[in-house]
């Protein structure tokens, strides 16, 4: 089956570094999505990767290994604005896009 | 770039009555457009996939004959819930794909939030 496992919760203090993991095991693999999505709004597109590797973009980088069927989001200089839950989604061989169930990030003064 | 619209973005309604939501994308052209439901405190849930000019696909569990998609042009698709009841109330959210490729980036609208009476 197609999977995608993110930690429900974490939480981190303004000023600081948080890393948000997620790992995938799906039916082929044409590239990894994270999504950012404040309470009671819709997701924003924060990056993409589908090479292994790093893609930054201001505060916020991702990094993506193939081989280890996992990525990671990097939020720096965390802002209390950046409490939000954090989607991680696959497209798959099909071009399905498989979604976790995201990651609720919590910062604190 | 890659903005998307929806419309209403809220909607309390009557048990029984239809509800159409609109979805556009304002300044790129999308052949493929999503529809999502969210739960409170739950993930995203892909109800159809909608082409321009065609049916659209729906996912496993979703009655089509409830849920009405219509992908009349490259910039428009509507969902229109019908004779809805308490239980569809949710997050009603679209997305279109930027781009031709199957693996291009989906833009999200901003949501519709529909309560049903």
């Known amino acids: 089956g197609q999977n995608i496992d993110q930690p429900t919760e974490m939480t981190a203090t303004e000023g600081a570094i948080v890393q948000i993991n997620c790992t995938y095991q799906t039916s082929g693999f044409n590239g990894l999505f994270w999504y950012q999505q404040h309470a009671g709004e819709a997701p924003t597109f924060l990056s993409y990767n589908v090479l292994d590797g790093l893609e930054e973009k201001g505060r916020f980088s991702s990094v993506l290994s193939r081989s280890k069927g996992y990525s990671y989001l990097l939020l720096k200089e965390l802002q209390m604005k950046d409490s939000a839950s954090y989607l991680c989604?696959?497209?798959?061989?099909?071009?399905?896009?498989?979604w976790g169930a995201g990651t609720k990030l919590i910062i604190k003064p | 770039g890659a903005v998307v619209s929806q419309h209403p973005s809220w909607v309390i309604c009557k048990s029984g009555t239809s509800v159409k939501i609109e979805c556009r994308s304002l300044?790129?052209?999308?052949?493929?457009m999503f529809w999502y439901r969210q739960f409170p405190k739950q993930s995203l849930m892909l109800m159809a996939t909608?082409?321009?000019?065609?049916?659209?696909?729906?996912e496993q569990g979703v009655e089509k004959d409830k849920f009405l998609i219509n992908h009349a042009s490259l910039t428009l698709s509507t969902l229109t819930v019908t004779s809805a009841h308490p239980e569809d109330s949710s997050f009603y959210i679209c997305s279109a794909r930027s781009g031709g490729g199957e693996a291009d980036t989906q833009y999200f609208g901003p949501g519709t939030r529909l309560t049903v009476l």
């Open positions: 300044d790129f052209q999308a052949t493929t």
């Open positions: 989604a696959v497209t798959d061989s099909n071009y399905q896009l498989i």
């Open positions: 909608s082409n321009e000019g065609s049916k659209a696909t729906y």
